[in-house]
Every structure is written in structure tokens, then in C-alpha cells.
């Protein structure tokens, strides 16, 4: 019964290729988050949806497109991997947009070789 | 615009000291403040929170962070560390609750 699931948990892919991210939570919750780790530990959010509907988009390269079919799931597309794209991705979902907790994902480790 | 200070990234404690980790932040408006902990390979855990009202947050595990405003502060501490803290500790802040920025982390190690 894991709150919040990311598939897969590793990922390792060739630069140029197309790879997807995909996360569930199970919480019942109404937000849901994208973050990117970088290997200095540095944690930056990328997106943020609430109900469905985007509310936050920080600046990140067009080559990545979050999709959301249901206020369960928040999926990451991302197109045309590039190096700098290596990192540790997690997800997040909170209650609501606001001082909720976020309850974290266990991490997609994406390697771009 | 938001920004979250976190001085030392690495800190060692002997098992049984005080633990002090510290957070600084920028904000133009009253802020939300957090501390969150990541154990190895694992995604991140909210350990406590400051919103509103009293300034001393109890949160798991016996940690507690004092929301100092004269300070733009907002430090982790445990009077007595054990081995299953040793963990990253990012500190993180938010102006509307929405936008959360995050601190580079801090790793603690625990001596034995």
C-alpha cells in the first residue's frame, strides 16, 4: 500500500531517446509535483498540478511535458534526453496546493549516457 | 523571490550529542517552513513544519526547529543523536504555500 509509487525506479537510456516517468499516488490527494535532484543533492521543482490543471511550470526545457489523466496520476514525458538530463526524479503529491505535507515518491534515477 | 541557506553540508555528531542543523532563509512575506529528511535511496519525509503561531515546532523522531524571524532562521536540532539519523536534511520555504524552494541539504553523519 505505498503512497506515492514512481515506475521505473532506474532508468538508463542512450542521449536522443524519448523516455516516460510515470507516478501514482494513492492518498486521495488534489496535488501533485514533479522535482529533479541533481547529483549535488540540489532539489528543484519542475511542475506542480492541482486537480488536473498545471499551477506551477518553473523553467524547464520544453522537452519535457508532464501529463495528468487523473488527479491520481502525474506522468513526466520527456523527449530528445540529453546529458544534463541525468539526475533523480521524484514526485510528489500533497492534500491540497498549501502548507500540506508532500509525501515523496522513492526516486526514478535517470542515467543518460 | 525565495531562498533557503543551509550552512554546512556535511555535519558529523558523536552518537549522544546535540545535533544543530542550520537554515537561513530570504523572504519577503511571512513564510512557510520546512525540514524534510532522506534516508539512502529513499524519496524525502516531512519531519516538521512551522506555519503559524508557536515559533518552537515539535516534530518526529525528537527533532524540533525554532522559527526565528529577527533571525531569518529556522535551525533543526536533537539533544541527543542516534545512528539511524545519520540522513540528507533539506531545509525548504514557501511564501504561498504553492512554490516550495529547497536548500542544497545537509548530511549528517553519526559517529559511533
Known amino acids: 500500500d505505498t503512497a506515492v509509487s514512481q515506475t521505473p525506479k532506474y532508468l538508463v537510456t542512450q542521449m536522443g531517446n524519448d523516455k516516460s516517468i510515470k507516478c501514482e499516488q494513492n492518498l486521495g490527494h488534489d496535488t501533485m509535483y514533479w522535482y529533479k535532484q541533481d547529483s549535488k543533492k540540489f532539489l528543484k521543482i519542475m511542475f506542480s498540478?492541482?486537480?488536473?490543471?498545471?499551477?506551477i511550470n518553473e523553467t524547464v526545457p520544453n522537452r519535457f511535458s508532464p501529463k495528468s489523466p487523473d488527479k491520481a496520476h502525474l506522468n513526466l514525458h520527456i523527449n530528445s534526453l540529453e546529458l544534463g538530463d541525468s539526475a533523480v526524479y521524484f514526485c510528489?503529491?500533497?492534500?491540497?496546493?498549501?502548507?500540506?505535507?508532500?509525501?515523496f515518491g522513492p526516486g526514478t534515477r535517470l542515467t543518460v549516457l | 523571490a525565495q531562498s533557503v541557506t543551509q550552512l554546512g553540508s556535511h555535519v558529523s555528531v558523536s552518537e549522544g550529542a546535540l545535533v544543530l542543523l542550520r537554515c537561513n532563509y530570504s523572504?519577503?512575506?511571512?513564510?512557510?517552513l520546512f525540514w524534510y529528511v532522506q534516508y539512502p535511496n529513499q524519496g524525502l519525509q516531512l519531519l516538521l513544519k512551522y506555519t503559524t503561531g508557536a515559533t518552537l515546532v515539535k516534530g518526529i523522531n525528537g527533532f524540533e526547529a525554532e522559527f526565528k524571524k529577527s533571525e531569518t532562521s529556522f535551525h533543526l536540532t536533537k539533544p541527543s543523536a542516534h545512528m539511524s539519523d545519520a540522513a540528507e536534511y533539506f531545509c525548504a520555504v514557501s511564501d504561498d504555500g504553492n512554490q516550495f524552494y529547497f536548500g542544497t541539504g545537509t548530511s549528517l553523519t553519526v559517529i559511533p
Open positions: 510528489a503529491s500533497s492534500q491540497s496546493a498549501g502548507t500540506n505535507e508532500q509525501f
Open positions: 523572504s519577503s512575506v511571512p513564510p512557510y
Open positions: 498540478y492541482n486537480n488536473k490543471e498545471l499551477i
